[in-house]
């Protein structure tokens, strides 16, 4: 099997590359691009291959631009920053799509899928593709992040913004932002809930107790087994780890 990765961003081209390798060993990347003019002119010039995935935000444009110019002959898993705002349309279309950063579970199910069905079937899947409509969704989508908690002290109630948080952790069923001064603010939402409400830009969930703010972190130690160890500013009263899985969504998202 042959797939194909357009992908702009350097550090996200390697993840995916890294994903894929480990999860299909056998199967061959056919080229990297990082643009609609070089997507357009490398499937114009050459045989499609059998999955391709496309990142939605290209440097000179959206990949909507290459469908239209292009009847692309493979699966094509979409590749995206948004969450809710333009997955209707990706739904209404019955195509596949993966929300960035790319988690390996959910890449392995994409995968799966494609092997589940025939390239006759794709074929016709995206001869159904309504790109502008896709288009409209992603160019006219503004992801609403939280900007701020509710905090108490005592009997006062006052809000904290978000990038004041440094980081985010959950004990004994009780979740707690710190802030770059050190203060502890009890805060009424578990992390799961936040993971969805935080920019992706600022904040990374590096476990299951603690979503870090990108400022916050201070240094990371290699650990056994390609685990990492993440200190922080203001430091934590235990040690933070990082899980193998975790780590190669990580350093991706320092790395930019």
Known sequence: ??????????PAQRL????????????????????????VKWLNGHSHPDVIFMDIQLSDGVCFDILEQVEIEGMIIFTTAYDEYAI???????????????KKGELSEALAKFERYTRKMFLSLNKAIDAAELA????????????????SSGEVFFPLAVERAAYIFSRHRITSAVSF??????????LDRLEEQL??????????QFIVNIEAVSKVHTFFNGKLVLETRPGFDEKIMISRDKARQFKPWLDR
């Open 88 to 102: 209707r349309a990706f739904k209404v279309n019955s195509i596949d799509y993966l929300l960035k950063p790319i």
């Open 1 to 10: 099997m042959r797939y194909l990765i357009i992908e702009d961003e350097v």
């Open 181 to 190: 001064e050190g203060k502890r603010h009890v805060i009424d939402f578990t």
């Open 16 to 39: 995916m590359r890294e994903l894929v390798r480990e999860l299909r060993p056998g199967w061959e990347e056919a080229a990297c691009l990082d643009s609609v003019e070089s997507a």
């Open 136 to 151: 409209s969704a992603i160019t006219e989508a503004k992801p609403k992040y939280r900007t701020r908690f509710l905090v």
């Open 199 to 208: 920019d992706p830009e600022m904040f990374f969930r590096v476990n299951r």
